[in-house]
């Protein structure tokens, strides 16, 4: 064989993999398709879509947006605004673009100085062990698949005038209106950022509340807090088709008809295999467009693996990178290892932010029956001089026989970097009297969490 390894996809998980197993002694190659900020079928770049159209350019956007409300609140502790700041969304875009390129610069550094082959072009299976490149072939003992999703738009009439987070995050200007149509991580993320820095945002879904999959009670409390914020949820909303106006986009829903300068839908995203020729090599597909794999990464193809989000199990770019090392150890330590998807920490970075570990408090309802819940909501001591009547949420989710924290959800400012420490502790398997005995570190609103005696719910 010409390598060892022959990854196709060079986001997050097929570098990372790529890089340990070359580390191990394998002889690796990458093929990654040219850079581009916009996903297509001929466009990608090393990096892949957390660093290039997802998970960084979307906190940058983020960091940015968030400027305005603290501008707002700095009023109550003494500051003056004489007028109000002006905000270049050229500036903003071109600085983030900047620093997309030199992490992807980085990537390719990476790369290389792990001993990896970049081969440039659109990397499709041939057959078990080979893979072809723009035209030429190589053989691989193993070929691993880490090509990731693609944005995702329901097929209604109009669909090619909208936009997704791709676009959103390369938009020439600033819509100063905008209706969304989602209610995941993305769509969400997107309406605060837009609201934030001061569009109108109408925001569409068919659930009662955003964030389906989350706990319900967190559902409910950003619900809540978006509308606070200024943005017009529409929910039970189903979108029927998008039309061209004079001035602009028209969203036609079962809920109405509203006009505004950009429609963008945030409804998921779909794997990534369109003409990868993996059926054709005896891989076996799901429904849903995913590749099937073992507990291993390993799929109905021996000689093919296939990590991250193609094979949407968690589709999280730190989840892509521990499935990746995982199977570093299972072809080159001969170790075979399965990825651990239990207890895998998460946030959202709307505005509030939300961030869980563990089950919610339905499914803890389902696997223990007999579960202890703590709750608290307050309003966080900043926002007292700041004038805010932003709110925070946290809950404790308690298996009452073992007194484990199987569960904890917050929703408020900085929820992600609390949850990261909070996560260790779960994962650990700590109890609620461990939680209990842990001092407070005051003023702090993550005290909270080790301060909750009195029991919400049983």
């Keep these: 064989y010409d390598y ?46 957390c660093v290039i159209r997802g998970c960084v350019p979307k906190k940058l956007l983020v960091y940015g947006s968030h400027f305005a409300e603290d501008f707002e609140d700095s009023e109550g502790f003494g500051w003056k605004m004489n007028e109000k700041p002006d905000f270049d969304w050229t500036k903003l875009i071109a600085s983030k673009n900047k620093e997309l390129d030199r992490l992807t610069g980085i990537y390719k550094r990476l790369l290389d100085g792990s001993g990896v ?112 914020k200024g943005i017009v949820l529409h929910p039970g909303a ?63 193809c021996p000689s093919i693996w296939a990590i991250g989000d193609v094979t949407d199990r968690i589709n999280l770019t730190p989840v892509a990178l521990m499935e990746g090392m995982a199977l570093t150890k299972t072809l080159f330590d001969g170790v075979p290892t ?10 959202v970075f ?27 909501s307050f309003r966080p001591m900043k926002n007292t001089l700041s004038g805010s009547e932003e709110k925070m949420f946290m809950k404790l989710v308690v298996d009452v026989e073992s007194d484990k924290v199987v569960g904890v959800h917050i929703v408020g400012g900085d929820a992600a970097e609390i949850m990261q420490g909070v996560a260790i502790a779960v994962k650990m398997g700590a109890t609620k009297a461990q939680f209990d005995q842990c001092i407070g570190i005051h003023p702090t609103a993550a005290e909270e969490l080790v301060t909750m005696r009195s029991v919400t719910r049983e």
Excluded: W
């Excluded at 200007?173 to 993320?189: D, H, N, Q, R, W």
């Excluded at 969203?251 to 509203?258: A, M, P, V, Y």
């Design 238 to 300: 189903t979108p029927t088709a998008v039309e061209k106006t004079d001035t602009g986009l028209k969203l036609i829903t079962s809920d109405g008809e509203q006009e505004a300068d950009e429609v963008m839908f945030g409804t998921g995203r779909k794997p990534n295999v369109k003409n990868l020729g993996l059926e054709e090599a005896g891989v076996e597909m799901a429904d849903s467009g995913a590749i099937k794999v073992n507990e291993i990464s390993q799929t109905t």
């Design 117 to 228: 082959e970049l081969v440039e072009g659109r990397g499709t299976v041939v057959d078990a062990h080979t893979v072809e490149v723009d035209g030429k072939r190589f053989t691989a003992k193993n070929i691993l698949v880490a090509v990731g999703g693609r944005a995702f738009v329901p097929d209604i009439p109009g669909k090619e005038l909208v936009i997704t987070s791709d676009e959103a995050l390369d938009l020439p200007k600033m819509p100063k209106k905008i209706c969304i149509v989602g209610s995941g991580y993305i769509a969400l993320e997107f309406a605060c950022i837009f609201n934030a820095l001061g569009a109108e945002v109408h925001v569409y879904y068919r659930q009662p509340l955003p964030l389906r999959g989350f706990d319900e009670e967190v559902r409910g409390f950003l619900a809540e807090q978006l509308a606070l």
């Design 350 to 376: 709307t505005q509030p932010q939300v961030a869980t570990v563990g089950l919610t408090e339905e499914e803890a309802m389902t696997e223990f029956g007999d579960i202890d819940v703590y709750t608290s």
């Design 4 to 49: 060892d390894l022959f990854t196709i996809g060079a986001g997050s998980g097929g570098v990372r993999c790529s890089r340990m197993s070359a580390g191990k002694g394998a002889k690796v190659a990458v093929a990654e398709l040219p850079f581009s900020t916009q996903a297509s079928d001929t466009t990608g770049g090393v990096g892949g879509t």
């Design 338 to 347: 399965e990825p651990d998807h239990t207890n895998v920490a998460c946030a």
